[in-house]
């Protein structure tokens, strides 16, 4: 009897320290009357960072309309060895890195700088030297473009709660051989445009 309340008070007690986290909501406004809105969370520690990056989310998802009608969603936990991730904010201004100096395509977001590569079916989004935009069903949306350089602000909210696919849950162990199993490098941007 003893082990179990010691046991549970250790639970207990790890459940307390665990990491408080930032969460941000965010709504981007692109031409031909898209709309992308979507939210993040890290570990509130890295709010006094000059940079939080993907590798530090815990949850993620991005939502695209026009018009107010659904056009694509993408999460976190669809993330895999072919996604273009890259993802790059600023928390003390509390918004996005946009295209300048220093930062060629700070986002990519299932999208890589040609458009193309968020799949059929998929959406993705992307901020390089060329604009702003979207990828959907695998084509790059012209009519979405707006500046590369416009800012992109974010506002904290940690009273967001995030749908379920948003958030990576605890790593599991593969029973693939090592060199098999996925490693979440980021893609070879040497050629993005």
């Avoid at 909501?25 to 692109?30: A, D, H, K, L, S």
């Amino acid at each position: 009897m003893n082990a179990a309340l010691a046991g549970l008070l250790l639970c207990a007690s790890a459940g307390a320290t665990a990491a408080e986290e930032a969460r941000y909501r965010f709504e981007w406004q692109g031409g031909g009357s898209y709309v992308m809105r979507g939210a993040m969370s890290f570990d509130a520690a890295l709010l006094g960072s000059s940079i939080v990056t993907a590798s530090d989310l815990t949850c993620f998802f991005i939502e695209g309309s026009r018009d107010g009608d659904p056009v694509g969603r993408w999460a976190l936990s669809m993330l895999n060895e072919e996604t273009s991730w890259v993802l790059t904010f600023l928390p003390q201004s509390s918004e996005f890195a946009v295209f300048g100096e220093g930062a060629m395509m700070p986002q990519a977001w299932n999208m890589d700088g040609f458009g193309t590569d968020c799949g059929a079916g998929g959406f993705g989004f992307n901020i390089g030297n060329a604009a702003q935009d979207l990828c959907i069903d695998g084509r790059l949306i012209l009519e979405s473009q707006v500046p590369p350089e416009r800012p992109f602000p974010a506002l904290r909210d940690d009273a967001l709660s995030f749908p379920p696919d948003a958030c990576m849950g605890p790593l599991m162990i593969s029973a693939l051989p090592a060199d098999k199993s996925f490693s979440p490098q980021l893609k070879d941007q040497t050629d993005v445009r």
